[in-house]
């Protein structure tokens, strides 16, 4: 079993930042990555970012690149979400993910 709890979200104005944090315990897997999800109301979950755990490497959505920086702390078993010149279309709830695993979400707003 693996356990994800993310953090960090919350209103922001546009042009803010915003760092979500999610937390792994119990059972990681090192052949997997992590990604972040998010999932707009009425809409479906999109992938946003995503990060190896083992080489680093870390793929985006075209809508967040130069804008979203993922990164990991493996010693820590934590991911993170950097979100600068966060935008009104970036409010959703945002998910962490690692083998098939899911977190409650985060609730990320950006107001116009």
């Known amino acids: 079993q693996v356990q994800l709890v993310e953090s960090g979200g919350g209103l922001v104005q546009a042009g803010g930042s915003l760092r979500l944090s999610c937390a792994a315990s119990?059972?990681?897997?090192?052949?997997?990555?992590m990604g972040w999800y998010r999932q707009a109301p009425g809409k479906e979950r999109e992938f946003v970012a995503a990060?190896?755990?083992?080489?680093?490497?870390?793929s985006y959505r075209d809508s967040v690149k130069g804008r979203f920086t993922i990164s990991r702390d493996n010693a820590k078993k934590t991911a993170y979400l950097q979100m600068n010149s966060l935008k009104p279309e970036d409010t959703a709830i945002y998910y962490c993910s690692t083998a098939g695993y899911w977190g409650q979400g985060t609730q990320v707003t950006v107001s116009s």
């Open positions: 119990g059972r990681t897997f090192s052949n997997y990555g």
């Open positions: 990060i190896s755990w083992s080489t680093g490497r870390t």
